[in-house]
Nanobody, 123 residues
Framework: QVQLVESGGGLVQAGGSLRLSCAASGRTFSAYAMGWFRQAPGKEREFVAA????????YYGDSVKGRFTVSRDNADNSVYLQMNSLKPEDTAVYYC????????????????WGQGTQVTVSS
């Protein structure tokens, strides 16, 4: 089993940057593909980014391509989301998730989820 704890959220002005972190417990972190999702009030959960177990392949949602970068450090049991050029529409609760399968944009294929961290982008 994996427990995930996100951090790094906060309030930032449009055009600014934030770096989210997700710390994982357990000794098998490197076995999991990791994903980031977000959910804004009144909206469905949206895929943001994913990275495979080695960190060699990354995937992004269309709305964040070119602005966000996902990475992981298996030695530190952590996954990161660097968010640049933030827009008000990026405002949401951001969740990290772990999948025993391949990295995917499909939320139902993730086995474990964190509690989320709030990101608010002001205009």
């Amino acid at each position: 089993q994996v427990q995930l704890v996100e951090s790094g959220g906060g309030l930032v002005q449009a055009g600014g940057s934030l770096r989210l972190s997700c710390a994982a417990s357990g000794r098998t972190f490197s076995a999991y593909a990791m994903g980031w999702f977000r959910q804004a009030p009144g909206k469905e959960r949206e895929f943001v980014a994913a990275v495979n177990w080695r960190g060699s392949s990354t995937y992004y949602g269309d709305s964040v391509k070119g602005r966000f970068t996902v990475s992981r450090d298996n030695a530190d049991n952590s996954v990161y989301l660097q968010m640049n050029s933030l827009k008000p529409e990026d405002t949401a609760v951001y969740y990290c998730a772990a999948s025993l399968g391949a990295a995917t944009m499909i939320a139902s294929r993730y086995n474990y989820w964190g509690q989320g961290t709030q990101v608010t982008v002001s205009s």
